[in-house]
């Protein structure tokens, strides 16, 4: 089958190449993908990949080889799946417990587009609790993790200030729910009862300063990829006795299964709207990943296998 393997070449990060089609172990399903996206945190393990490394997390496509154990979706059945790596390809060999069922009227550009950034900003607000009237800042807004934290955020009933230089993309996170729109976390006015930060660096400490008293500040990334320097002092200026909590997506009391099919519900039912930035053929892979990279693409970049 054809697939993308890494060559550790900035200018061109993956080939497509001639691979073995995967054989499915007892839970697993063989898929065979439609559509794939790429996420910016991806394109960075590209830059040094490990021998044997294949790219690919969030896919849609049908199940033709259902799991041995039985376990899973049967038959010939449209699914968006979250494996571990492998989906940039024809065919990928997917955990049941990472599959979730497409319905008719969920696009297969709409599922691929839901995995990794839905499950980051479903399970982020989840770890930070019930957001009722409460004041969340959100760092690094313009991604995918924003566009979904935003939008379930506000539907859940939060006062959502949105940090994000980009113009029209403030203007969108505005139509999905945000009350505020800043273009640098200097200019938010606090004080916050959560502040989710994914850019790290200089943003970090900023963000902690405009965070109530006792409020959380869960961080979720570095996008920005410096690392962050605290002052122990610095708290005594607001955010005195604040909990700052490290998280991961897959650090989670849920199943991945489970929640896809909550994300693919929510889209169905119109209360969740997967943005997609770029639709092309997969021959594109290699530019759109060297403009995520660059971040030339607002929302996400689906490419259709064929």
């Known amino acids: 089958m054809k697939a993308f393997v890494p060559t550790g070449d900035p200018a061109e990060p993956v080939v497509l190449a001639d691979v ?4 499915p172990g007892p839970g697993e399903a063989l898929v065979k993908v439609e559509a794939f996206s790429v996420n910016r945190g991806e394109t960075f393990k590209l830059e040094k990949p490990a021998p044997g490394d294949r790219p690919g997390k969030d896919i849609a496509g049908l ?3 259902p799991a041995a154990d039985g376990s899973g979706p049967s038959g010939i059945t449209r699914v968006v799946g979250h494996p571990m790596a492998g ?13 979730a069922e497409l319905p008719d009227h969920v696009s297969m550009l709409q599922g691929a587009a839901l995995p990794l950034a839905g499950l980051t900003a479903l399970r982020l607000l989840r770890t930070a609790g019930p957001v ?6 959100l760092t690094g807004a313009s991604g995918g993790v924003g566009h979904f934290v935003t939008e379930l955020a506000a539907a859940a009933g939060a006062q959502v200030t ?12 505005a139509e999905l729910g945000a009350a505020e729109i800043v273009h640098d976390v200097a200019d938010a006015r606090g004080p916050y009862d959560i502040v989710l930060e994914s850019t790290g660096g200089q943003a970090l400490p900023r963000a902690l300063a405009r965070l109530a008293g006792r409020g959380t500040l869960i961080w979720f990334g570095q996008a920005g990829r410096a690392p962050a320097t605290l002052d122990f002092f610095d708290f005594f200026a607001g955010p005195e006795s604040a909990v700052i909590r490290h998280f ?13 099919a909550t994300l693919v519900r929510l889209t169905a039912e119109g209360r969740l709207h997967p943005e997609i930035g770029r639709v092309s053929d997969w021959a594109d892979t290699a530019t759109a990943l060297t403009d995520l990279r660059d971040r030339r693409i607002r929302g996400k970049a689906v490419l259709t296998v064929s």
């Not at 073995?20 to 054989?23: L, N």
């Not at 009722?132 to 800042?137: A, I, Y």
């Not at 949105?162 to 996170?173: F, N, S």
């Open 132 to 137: 009722l009237g409460r004041r969340v800042l």
């Open 63 to 65: 199940v033709v080889q």
């Open 248 to 260: 991961h997506y897959l650090d989670a009391d849920t199943r991945l299964d489970d929640d896809l």
């Open 87 to 99: 989906g940039w390809a024809e065919y990928a060999a997917v955990p049941t417990g990472a599959l």
């Open 162 to 173: 949105a940090v994000t230089r980009d113009a029209a993309r403030g203007a969108r996170l």
């Open 20 to 23: 073995p089609e995967p054989t």
